[in-house]
């Protein structure tokens, strides 16, 4: 691959991550075929209309047998299935990467389906768009400067986890490695969490009976504090489910940390009050989103 | 006053929110003379080249007992004692508003202090601006289209609310009316809660060998989550404290719903985890900022 293009590449689910990746590596020149499966046949259509591949595939065994790159860009949760009817039929030269939010399942499914052929799975976690909107939301700079986390197997050749490295790389994307471990932990602390704690918030205002008066008075605070709490409840169930080792120890520890909080305040504790905050202050004001 | 302009304001504290105030009734041409106080001499230096204010304050006794309506638009720590000083002096027909962000404890100051001119003080909350940052910041325009809410007492006669609600129209604002508990209980809720919250949470990641990798990979979902915990850590110490029978109550309520999700999660509970969010999602989705 390197330098030179990529002759085929199978994407299953052609959505905003899926389409997105066909439509960077069109406009960086990196890919002369796109071949799509996915479950909807309008929004396969679409994708063809809309340039984003070259043919909907009917025959998965015939597709990827000669694949340079398959990316699985669907719902983490179908994973599973998808690999085991891929894995019989799998080119020697062919490697698997996903788009998936959380590692470690998507890592044990690909043991128990891929068998043998783990070491042509390097899975990956770009850093782009929370929604699954189908085609017509991929654009070609969707990863342009985005973060793409890719977590690789010990059986993965030093020469896949390169290729694929590259193909992220061709798709704008700025490329850093964790462990499955390491990135389930960490997207549980930054990520997962503040998108439970901020449901949370809304479902306890929401159960109760004069939630439209505080609603009225609620503000920007509020406004920003919730605005994650408008995300897919389907899709968040699922990262919590898939994550719920590292998130429930992440939600023990915040727990705790209130609990502290609760007696600090009961207590009149002004001291510990500031200096919560204070830490907290300095620390998020000094941060920007890179 | 009516549709009369205010004959004489006395401001105490002209920072966003007393600038803003004289600022605002000099544009709706309802004012005819501001006086101000502040301790900071550069600053109220400032607000007399700026225009805020027509002179500086010298002798709180002489100025409080002509004036038409005061504004103690200080930080509410200070509040209890500038009543103190004022309440010898106040005239006949003069009336006391205020800017602070809680309202329980200005109110039970107010009685301690004014004692049988307690009539006199009709409480406010500007919802507009949180940072407190000099003369420079304010601008006539602060209050224009903002919620204003009014806390009367039951000693207020009619007409003193109607003065002190139509002061607070002449700047632009929308005006509401609540009692103490209300407000406090109310903010809370949509306010209190989620800054602490939010700091709760940077303060969690703070504490950690390895923040800076955490932070690395924090997205957009952190950095709205997390944007009221770059407040001033010295203002929210004061809310906190001020509304801590009310935030600590609010506060229980949620630490049991972070209980309920955690055992959710731990069972594996897909069903409650979707339900949960959902309704969060349909609220939050449904809800604009007025």
């Given at each position: ?137 991929a654009?070609?700079?969707?990863y ?18 390169a ?29 997962h969490?503040p ?63 209130l ?18 905050f ?8 000094g941060?920007?989103?890179?």
């Amino acid at each position: 691959m390197d330098t030179l293009k990529i002759n085929k590449v199978v994407i299953f689910g052609i959505g905003l991550i899926g389409g997105s990746f066909s439509l960077a590596l069109r406009k960086a020149n990196a890919v002369t075929g796109v071949v799509g499966f996915g479950r909807s046949a309008a929004n396969m259509q679409q994708a063809l209309q809309l340039g984003i591949i070259d043919r909907i595939g009917q025959d998965i065994a015939a597709e990827v047998s000669d694949a340079d790159l398959i990316l699985l860009a669907t719902p983490v949760g179908q994973m599973a299935e998808l690999l085991a009817r891929i894995a019989p039929h799998l080119g020697a030269h062919t490697l698997i990467t996903d788009g998936g939010s959380t590692k470690g399942d998507v890592v044990r499914d690909a043991y128990a389906q891929l068998g043998n052929k783990i070491a042509q799975f390097v899975p990956a976690h770009p850093i782009a768009g929370a929604e699954q909107s189908g085609a017509a939301a991929a654009g070609p700079d969707l990863y342009a400067g985005k973060k793409v986390i890719l977590t690789p197997l010990p059986e993965n050749s030093p020469a896949a986890v390169a290729r694929v490295r590259h193909a992220w790389e061709l798709c704008g994307a700025m490329v850093n490695e964790l462990t499955p471990t390491q990135h389930d932990e960490i997207f549980a602390a930054v990520s997962h969490l503040p998108h439970l704690l901020s449901f949370a918030l809304v479902h306890d205002l929401a159960q109760r009976d004069n939630r439209d008066l505080l609603l009225s008075f609620a503000a920007s605070g509020f406004r920003d504090f919730t605005r994650i709490a408008a995300s897919s409840p389907e899709m968040w169930r699922d990262i919590c489910m898939a994550n719920r080792d590292a998130l429930l120890k992440e939600l023990q520890i915040y727990i705790a940390e209130l609990n502290q909080l609760s007696t600090a305040l009961a207590a009149g504790d002004v001291e510990k009050l500031e200096q919560t905050f204070h830490t907290a202050q300095q620390l998020r004001a000094g941060w920007t989103e890179k």
